[in-house]
């Protein structure tokens, strides 16, 4: 499984297929990607500190999250090419 | 008397956190001495496509004891430092009530309830704010954020929602401590399971790497949750349901 596999384009940025428990696929991907910024103490979501959950970028929604990184959103077709 | 302070949305995707503006503004408040203020409370609001939040929806709310003189400095120092201090392109909120005078209680908390589960509109938040006799204003954007301002100062009052921000320091993670030891060291009022049952104060906790604590029953607790038949203190991925 790639990082890119895990995120489908909606309106508004790309949305984690996930969820919001899935704290080692979560942590894989952000150790990879280049865009991964530590959120504040407060919001901190995942026990392992590097991770898309604790990651500035990611913005929750009700089922998961989308990643708000600007670069990936220039991406906006069905491929998320900056995680590939 | 207690003031409550409540503010929101003066982040932005890449800049400034509310937790932090909500830390800022309480050490302002103690340096010029107007009161020691409480620990920050963040309260976590829907999460709706519909709604304009930065990253979490979530709003900051403090109290702090201080007499009536200061009210209105108190209120201007916190906007002024509101505008200043957000993030290019937020929309900051700010909430303000002084215990004694709030009227309607019942209103307003019913509107930081449904903070949680609809979308609100501003106008309300207005409306809902005069009828109970709280200050509220803008200050910047599209000041949507005194929306969250309004329902996160609510919540708190409710002594039943969110999350206390910032550190406290027990002994290493992975070391053993009564429940009496951890009451008596930190500011933490109470210490109970993630099903309510309270700790005896002999009972022995495993302390964590972070120390999460929330509001419940107006009380500052520490949960705990039962692993290879000890307790162990809650963990991030515990701490999302509060
Ligand atoms: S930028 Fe996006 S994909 Fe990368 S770690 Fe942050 S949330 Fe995850």
Redesign the interface.
């Given at each position: 499984m790639q990082a890119k596999d895990m995120f489908v384009f909606r309106?508004?940025g790309w949305e984690y297929t996930g969820g919001?428990?899935d704290?080692q696929t979560a942590a894989g991907i952000a150790a990879i990607c280049q865009g991964f910024?530590d959120?504040?103490?407060?919001?901190?979501?995942?026990?392992e500190a590097v991770s898309c959950y604790n990651c500035?970028?990611?913005?929750?929604?009700?089922d998961s999250f989308l990643c708000?990184w600007?670069v990936k959103a220039k991406f906006n077709s069905s491929k998320n090419k900056c995680l590939e | 008397m207690k003031i409550f302070v409540g503010i929101d949305d003066t982040d932005s995707l890449e800049i400034g956190a509310t937790g932090q503006t909500a830390n800022e503004l309480r050490r302002i408040i103690m340096g010029r001495g107007w009161g020691q203020p409480e620990p920050v409370t963040r309260h976590q609001l829907l999460l709706h496509p519909d709604i304009p939040y930065t990253s979490h929806n979530s709003s900051m709310c403090f109290a702090v004891e201080a007499s009536s003189q200061y009210l209105q400095e108190m209120i201007r120092c916190a906007q002024e430092f509101l505008e200043s201090s957000s993030a290019p392109g937020a929309d900051p909120g700010l909430c303000v009530a002084v215990d004694e005078r709030i009227r309607n209680v019942e209103h307003l908390i019913s509107f930081g309830c449904r903070a949680k589960r609809e979308i609100l509109q501003k106008e309300e938040a207005y409306q809902t704010a005069r009828h109970c006799g709280l200050h509220l204003s803008e200050h910047g954007g599209t000041g949507l954020g005194v929306i969250g301002a309004l329902a996160g100062l609510a919540l708190r009052l409710t002594g039943n929602d969110g999350r206390f921000q910032g550190k406290i320091k027990l002994q290493q993670p992975g070391t053993a401590m009564s429940a009496a030891e951890i009451l008596a060291s930190s500011d933490i009022e109470e210490i109970q399971s993630i099903e309510g049952q309270p700790l005896l104060p002999s009972e022995t906790v495993i302390i964590g790497e972070k120390i999460k604590t929330v509001l419940l029953d107006s009380k500052r607790k520490l949960l705990v949750y039962r692993k290879n038949d000890e307790w162990h203190t809650i963990t991030n991925q515990h701490i999302e349901l509060y």
């Open positions: 309106e508004g919001k428990r704290w910024m959120d504040d103490e407060g919001e901190l979501a995942a026990d500035r970028y990611r913005r929750w929604t009700a708000m600007p | -």
